[in-house]
């Protein structure tokens, strides 16, 4: 089973559909959680952290199990500027500073 | 502030010969990561520095690889002798240091776009 799983997609959405991307990761001792944004030939950038209470910013909202080991995000009214590739990442456990990464949900939202 | 610079953004190369990438980090961050991307493995920590140590070569693929950080604003990442599967993206990423290991968001840079023929 590999570290971090995600649906690799591609997810193909209307603008202004709600779309939910999941993941889970194998390590229960993993701390830290988050989602990263990649455009296309472009470097990751962080979207947001992923907390226990679960948090939101904007359209965009992120929650965690930790019973399931399952993080997910969810994109509310899509604009064609979320397609993107968007990476579940989770921290080595002890170790805050390395982090493991899938291999991403690819999203295009579609006119 | 500039980004994390890293050069060149792409390069091609024959199998065997000598590959130098080079990266300049955030100026005040003291973690320095090298990370590679492939379309099978996705994103993988190569190895990373703190206040210019390294702390974890263990992703470094073999002893073809080697990186340097000879101060704080300069790191390298050489591949000798290179090989048709070391084409990749190499990105390196910079954070701040917090006291108690307390995550800081990675900045990448560009990435180097790196063909081995």
């Known amino acids: 089973r590999k570290e971090v799983e995600q649906d690799p997609g591609p997810f193909n959405v209307p603008e202004g559909a709600t779309v939910a991307f999941n993941c889970t990761y194998s390590n229960s001792a993993s701390q830290s959680f988050f989602w990263y944004r990649q455009d296309c030939r472009k470097e990751p950038k962080l979207l947001m952290s992923v907390y226990s209470s679960g948090n939101e910013d904007g359209r965009f909202t992120a929650q965690l199990n930790r019973a399931s080991q399952y993080i997910s995000l969810l994109i509310r009214d899509s604009k064609l500027s979320d397609s993107a590739t968007y990476l579940c990442v989770v921290n080595f456990a002890g170790n805050n500073r390395k982090l493991i990464w899938g291999l991403g949900t690819s999203l295009a939202v579609n006119p | 502030d500039a980004g994390v610079i890293q050069s060149p953004r792409h390069e091609v190369t024959e199998m065997g010969q000598e590959v130098t990438l080079r990266c300049k980090p955030i100026?005040?961050?003291?973690?320095l990561f090298w990370y590679r991307q492939t379309m099978m493995r996705g994103l993988e920590l190569l190895i990373y520095f703190n206040n210019n140590v390294p702390i974890d070569d263990s992703g470094m693929p073999e002893d073809r690889f080697s990186a340097k950080m000879p101060n704080a604003s300069f790191s390298t990442l050489k591949i000798q002798p290179s090989e048709p599967r070391d084409s990749a993206v190499y990105f390196c990423a910079s954070s701040l240091g917090t006291s108690g290991g307390a995550y800081n968001e990675q900045f990448f840079g560009p990435g180097t776009r790196l063909t081995v023929l």
């Open positions: 100026s005040g961050h003291d973690y």
